[in-house]
């Protein structure tokens, strides 16, 4: 098995076409084609269906895209950290965020990291806290940035923040940042919520469950921004961390306020694998991620959170 072929079948499952994985490996179609046919000779199984729509993941060519991803991420970490440096911590770092703190978090990390550590590439992935827990188990991701989760046999977990859950409605309904907003008042109305299963709708479901009004829900969906874009589309409310929305009620898209009678809150975690060797670019980022989030915090940037812990 070569690095050739690797890189040739995750490009064709990228692209879902070998004439596009082709162009961007610039090679000719035909060694594509050959370098997945010795591969999936090699390792006996289908990795492609060949269909009219393009190239198709079979199972087994799902299960070995993990790996084949995962083995060329280690291999381009150990070709930048062993490139020689005059002291300078290098290195490919991958980040996973939620997506409603990507605009909160991401900004301010990168412009940190690209200051103190120049020669560390940034790399940021976004999803929901179980995709994020299994690309952290899988090393998909160096670090994540997830939620209300504790140590796991593969992970270890340090708690960052708690933050409150906003109401989030038109800029004319007039919510302010700094008065809490009833669930009485906000199930008054339709409500634009995450699909079920999603880990926000079971914190949801879970604190409206004693209140005796049953939820108008005019829209669900497992996406933070056509939550937003409904509101404004003024087809209900929502709720949404408070760090989801800051940007769009500073600037005065929508308006917003921390749920109360009862609050609602969520943990915020970092974790990272548990492996006996952590290299110095990936605890550089972490150590930055940390400070940049407790500035968040402590100035009022990460609306309602609160500290977890005290820095060390």
Same mark, same amino acid.
């Given at each position: 098995? %070569?690095?050739?072929?690797? /890189?040739?079948?995750?490009? /064709?499952?990228?692209?879902? =076409? ?17 370098? @997945?046919?010795?591969?999936?000779? %090699? ?18 060519? %799902? ?5 084949? !991803? ?21 290195? /490919?770092? *991958? /980040?996973?965020?939620?997506? *409603? ?41 160096? @670090? ?50 995450? @699909? ?14 004693? @209140? ?5 829900? *005019? ?35 929508? =308006? ?6 009862? =609050?609602?809150?969520? =943990? ?5 694998? +548990?492996?006996?060797?952590?290299? !110095? ?6 150590? %930055?991620?940390?400070?940049?989030? +407790? ?18």
């Amino acid at each position: 098995m %070569e690095i050739k072929q690797l /890189v040739a079948m995750v490009t /064709v499952a990228e692209a879902g =076409s070998v004439t596009y994985a082709a162009q961007m490996l610039h090679i000719v179609q035909p060694a594509v084609t050959r370098q @997945i046919k010795t591969l999936e000779d %090699e390792l006996g199984v289908v990795l492609f269906d060949r269909t009219r729509h393009g190239m198709v993941l079979t199972s087994a060519g %799902e299960v070995f895209l993990s790996h084949a !991803r995962r083995a060329l991420q280690e291999l381009e970490r150990a070709r930048t950290e062993l490139t020689p440096q005059t002291g300078e911590i290098t290195g /490919v770092v *991958s /980040v996973g965020v939620l997506e *409603s703190l990507l605009d909160v978090i991401v900004p301010p990390l990168a412009k940190s990291v690209a200051a103190r550590f120049p020669g560390v590439e940034l790399r940021v992935m976004s999803g929901f806290s179980g995709y994020l827990q299994n690309w952290l188990d899988d090393g998909v991701v160096d @670090i994540a940035v997830l939620y209300n989760l504790a140590d796991t046999p593969a992970m270890r977990v340090k708690p960052l923040l708690s933050e409150r859950l906003w109401a989030v409605a038109p800029a004319d309904a007039g919510l302010l940042p700094t008065v809490d907003v009833t669930w009485h008042r906000v199930l008054s109305g339709p409500l634009i919520l995450p @699909i079920l299963g999603h880990g926000l709708r079971t914190l949801i479901d879970k604190a409206r469950c004693d @209140i005796p009004i049953e939820p108008d829900i *005019s829209l669900e969906t497992n996406s933070m921004s056509v939550q937003k874009q409904m509101v404004l589309a003024g087809r209900g409310w929502t709720i949404l961390p408070g760090a989801g929305v800051a940007r769009d009620i500073q600037e005065g898209k929508l =308006s917003g306020a921390p749920l109360a009678e009862p =609050s609602l809150s969520r =943990s915020v975690v970092v974790g990272l694998q +548990r492996t006996p060797r952590i290299s !110095r670019s990936v605890q550089a980022v972490n150590s %930055e991620l940390l400070q940049v989030s +407790r500035h968040l915090v402590v100035s009022g940037a990460w609306p309602s959170a609160t500290l977890l812990d005290a820095p060390k």
